[in-house]
């Protein structure tokens, strides 16, 4: 890690890291509280002693859904419990601060890691270091933006349906998903709880997959690194990446690119159907949603107005998911993992973008609308996932290759991933920063499109019968993406009893 290989001490560091906070994040919007004075604490009792840990001197941000005995998880919203976990430090913390890790602060996210930043909340809109009328990805925010404008080492995260491989891919650094269950998620306040992972982000592949190491309490040798791909097969889902007709020209150009980059460090690519890619990624929507209500349904009912809009009005659509929808998509996702593990033995990676283009601009509310199967499909399932910059678009904003792999193969994966990432200096490339003299982007709130008035009639009954008291307004809002959502369901496909 940065800190152990350098002769600069903790103190100096840290103090370097919060001045050059005070700088930059008034125009990025990174921290939602700072710990100054105890992060200044903890780099002091490190310089007195010996170097022993990992992650000696590592600096980090964390996702504020996590906890610290600094402060209590706000969620990034007016609806949490202060309370929770107060005064104490989740798992994957604590065992970071024990390897030498400096936490520096809280970081932004869309709220209860759910949906998109809502600028009407008292909360600051996390900007993109590359440009700050750009998104920086979600829903780990804060945490990739930080890693991207050198404001820490090493973010923390949780990923649900790519929150930390989408704000990697849209700032440009790298991040992991770990296998389902690898890290410990106690202390981490969940969103869908079969889905959730606590994950790392930083620059390089080395540094994420060393704070991965010490969250999962992995044992002495799991990371062990290649200096070459010979002997690793990469499959290629070419087909579902021309049927999905997703990805721009820029970012098509560079995975092929990175395709050949692999294959010139001696990776064999083959071709690989995806089969299992709308059914999953139809399963793994419905889950979200359908857990996510379950855990915040009481919170809608009683203080629909404290939350943000784009929070609340994708939440209630779990209160629609039937029970024997939810049910079938978990028997989709038992059935997916099944397929995808037996047809993926021999290959050592899936290889696709992480998402199909640059950061979107905040003042371009179809943009923002978008959702990309290309990180969700992995979620459903459990498997470990890397995203990883491959380049660049037009635009000079970054793009990302992602690798996903088997269960359990997690640093094996990283190994993969770090001499890709190696080959290359496009990963060291830094943002200029926030422009401090310009009036960013106005951060545009999604609208949905209108549903059928018979829609909007079955939902305005349905809501009440929930308890949920909603603007008119509202309701006809959310009948055009219900009608989307609920088109979902035709793609779970019939499974033998």
């Known amino acids: 890690m940065t800190a152990a290989t350098t002769d600069v001490g903790v103190g100096t560091r840290v103090a370097e890291a919060q001045r050059r906070a005070a700088r930059l994040d008034p125009g990025l919007g990174v921290f939602l509280r700072r710990f100054d004075a105890e992060a200044a604490e903890a780099a002091a009792r490190l310089d007195e002693g010996p170097a022993e840990g990992l992650l000696h001197g590592v600096t980090l941000g964390i996702k504020d859904v996590i906890a610290t005995r600094e402060a209590s998880a706000t969620c990034q919203s007016r609806v949490h419990d202060a309370q929770w976990w107060a005064g104490r430090d989740a798992t994957a913390v604590a065992r970071l601060r024990a390897a030498g890790a400096v936490p520096l602060g809280k970081t932004t996210l869309a709220e209860h890691a759910l949906g998109r930043p809502d600028p009407a909340l008292p909360f600051p809109v996390p900007r993109n270091p590359w440009d700050t009328d750009r998104f920086t990805g979600g829903s780990s925010s804060g945490s990739a933006s930080g890693v991207a404008a ?264 990283a190994a993969v991933a770090d001499a890709y990432q190696r080959s290359d200096d496009r990963h060291l490339r830094r943002p200029p920063g926030p422009d401090h003299g310009a009036t960013p982007a106005a951060v545009a709130v999604p609208q949905g499109a209108p549903g059928k008035p018979e829609t909007v009639q079955w939902l305005a009954t349905s809501l009440r019968e929930l308890g949920l008291s909603i603007d008119e307004s509202e309701i006809a809002e959310f009948a055009g993406q219900w009608e989307l959502t609920s088109m979902l369901f035709g793609f779970l496909p019939d499974l033998p009893a």
Not at 184 to 190: E, F, K, M, Q, S
Not at 299 to 306: A, F, K, N, P, S
Not at 367 to 381: C, K, M, R, T
């Open 150 to 413: 050198g404001l820490f080492d090493v973010g923390l995260g949780t990923d649900t349906n790519g929150s930390i491989r989408i704000p990697a891919a849209l700032c440009g650094v790298t991040g992991i998903k770990p296998t389902h269950g690898l890290v410990p998620a106690d202390g981490a306040r969940p969103l869908a709880r079969t889905l959730d992972v606590v994950g790392p982000l930083a620059r390089t592949v080395r540094e994420a997959a060393a704070a991965l190491a010490v969250m999962a309490d992995a044992p002495a040798g799991a990371l062990a690194w290649r200096d070459d791909l010979r002997g690793v097969r990469i499959g290629v889902p070419r087909r579902a990446l021309t049927e999905s007709g997703q990805l721009t020209d820029d970012c098509a150009a560079a995975f092929e690119t990175a395709l050949t980059e692999l294959r010139a460090l001696g990776a064999e690519t083959v071709d690989f159907d995806l089969p299992e890619l709308y059914p999953l990624f139809a399963a793994q929507f419905v889950t979200l949603l359908a857990e996510a209500y379950e855990l915040h349904g009481a919170g809608l009912r009683e203080r629909w107005g404290d939350y943000g809009r784009p929070f609340r009005r994708t939440a209630v659509l779990g209160g629609l998911v039937g029970a024997p929808v939810y049910v079938h998509a978990q028997r989709v996702r038992a059935w997916g993992a099944e397929n995808l593990r037996a047809r993926m033995r021999g290959i050592d990676a899936i290889a696709t973008p992480t998402w199909p283009t640059t950061a979107p601009r905040y003042d371009d509310a179809a943009a923002l609308q978008n959702i990309s199967w290309l990180p969700g499909l992995w979620s459903a399932v459990g498997f470990p996932a890397i995203a990883l910059p491959m380049g660049f678009g037009g635009d000079g904003l970054p793009l990302s290759l992602q690798l996903a792999g088997a269960p359990g193969t997690d640093f094996a994966l």
